[in-house]
């Protein structure tokens, strides 16, 4: 596997780069949240991944609003094809591969510190915004059978709509996630929470 790493001038160009793309193509940006994340925590974000902005919305999320330390899993020759991500915080998985386990052992180790955030998209695949239902990929509890320090889980849903202008709004709802952590407990409250997030869309 691919670890992440962080090197602050990809940092500062990834940024500034896509903040730049972000005011050109988008009219607004808003947050819907009400979460409350310890200090103490780490945090596991499991998102929506819809479009190709998906990896700066999580890396906005994780810098400007939880204040932690930015990592996202990407499938490997996804990666290879960009790996100038992998400076930015961007560690590889493969799937149906002995190479699976290491990732989801990297990221239980990444989330022993408080001060890291990692972003999975639990579908494991790109799919419509419009498709509200999500599976998570089997595997991924893993991370929480071998938790050594306490994290916060948040589910993040990522929409974007016109209304009526030339250019969309992006809106980023974040819940907390304090249910069971067993992949179908989470994946209900996933496709629930997706759900609500859609309804608000249209009020």
């Not at 602050?8 to 979460?35: A, D, E, Q, V």
């Not at 400076?87 to 386990?101: A, H, P, T």
């Not at 955030?117 to 990929?137: C, S």
């Not at 589910?155 to 009526?164: H, I, M, N, Q, R």
């Amino acid at each position: 596997m691919i670890k992440a790493k962080h090197n602050p001038f990809y940092i500062w160009f990834f940024r500034n780069y896509f903040g730049m793309l972000r005011r050109i193509h988008f009219r607004k940006m808003s947050l819907i949240s009400t979460i409350d994340i310890p200090e103490n925590h780490s945090v596991l974000l499991f998102q929506n991944h819809c479009s190709w902005w998906d990896g700066y919305w999580s890396y906005l999320v994780s810098r400007k609003y939880l204040h932690r330390k930015f990592h996202v899993m990407m499938l490997e020759k996804q990666l290879r094809k960009r790996m100038f991500l992998n400076s930015c915080g961007v560690f590889s998985i493969q799937k149906n591969n002995r190479d699976f386990l290491n990732s989801l052992d990297y990221t239980s180790e990444i989330l022993m510190d408080p001060k890291n955030l990692v972003a999975i998209y639990p579908a494991g695949e790109m799919f419509t915004q419009h498709r509200q239902t999500v599976q998570f990929q089997a595997g991924i509890e893993r991370v929480f059978h071998s938790e050594h320090e306490p994290f916060s889980i948040v589910f993040a849903v990522f929409l974007t709509d016109y209304f009526g202008f030339s250019r969309p709004e992006i809106r980023l709802y974040l819940e907390n996630y304090s249910g069971e952590r067993t992949m179908l407990a989470m994946t209900d409250a996933f496709n629930s929470f997706y759900q609500y997030c859609v309804s608000k869309q249209t009020e």
